[in-house]
């Protein structure tokens, strides 16, 4: 048990290192958006309709949006985890990879579900929209006095609380492959300081780590299906 709680600090620096150092060389870990992508109108654009910060991010995935959608509906914490390539999860607990099979019941998503979200305190992500096979969108409300626990009721407007939505859409692209768009927008207090920037850098790195980790398993699940 101990060995699985514990992750030497080398390795994981070793890991983090090269996760960033993959993400500023590899064109599927270092996702890059045009202006049409940013200008583009997105399902859950009006979720937060004050936002100061807007992150959009773009990759090509390996298979038809149909074979990718079910891969989504299952991601969060606590359910599928976050698809992480295999070379960065060798550094990762076993119990906190993220899986490399679709989970049946993992696929019932529905607006009005919510699930725990990575972050600090307790935060949740609720479902928002659900279009098959091309839009998944969430909303998040988190209040930094109180755990960042969604807001008690009135409190939605305050400045103090973070809202935040999440889409991903996703495209038919050229050779039978998906094209993934991924938009975070966010109300923050202070949105041009050190922790919006460090957001924006963790948010690049873990798409990007997100799309190789989804492509690696969309991969792999079609050469079981072809084997079988």
Do not use: C
């Not at 091309?134 to 930094?144: E, G, M, Y």
């Not at 109180?146 to 409190?155: K, L, M, N, V, Y």
């Not at 993934?180 to 041009?192: N, Y």
Request: glycine share 10%; aromatic share 4%.
């Amino acid at each position: 048990m101990g060995r699985h709680r514990f992750v030497p600090g080398a390795l994981a620096a070793l890991g983090i290192g090269a996760g960033m150092l993959a993400a500023a060389r590899n064109r599927h870990l270092s996702p890059r958006t045009t202006a049409t992508d940013r200008a583009r109108a997105l399902p859950g654009d009006d979720l937060v309709a004050d936002a100061t910060v807007v992150m959009d991010r773009v990759g090509l995935l390996p298979a038809p949006p149909q074979e990718v959608w079910p891969w989504l509906l299952q991601l969060g914490k606590g359910r599928a985890g976050w698809y992480l390539p295999a070379w960065l999860e060798m550094v990762v607990p076993p119990r906190r990879r993220g899986l490399r099979h679709l989970d049946h019941s993992l696929l019932e998503v529905a607006p009005g579900d919510r699930v725990p979200d990575w972050g600090p305190g307790t935060p949740e992500l609720e479902v928002v929209t659900v279009t098959a096979p091309s839009a998944l969108v969430f909303s998040s409300l988190r209040d930094r006095r109180d755990g960042w626990r969604w807001p008690q009721e009135g409190r939605a407007a305050d400045p103090a609380v973070l809202a935040m939505s999440w889409a991903l859409q996703l495209d038919p692209a050229e050779g039978d492959r998906t094209r993934l768009h991924l938009r975070v927008r966010l109300r923050m207090r202070h949105p041009t300081g050190p922790a919006a920037r460090l957001g924006d850098l963790l948010d690049a790195l873990t798409t990007g780590l997100l799309i190789a980790g989804l492509s690696e398993r969309l991969r792999h699940s079609a050469a079981a299906t072809r084997g079988s």
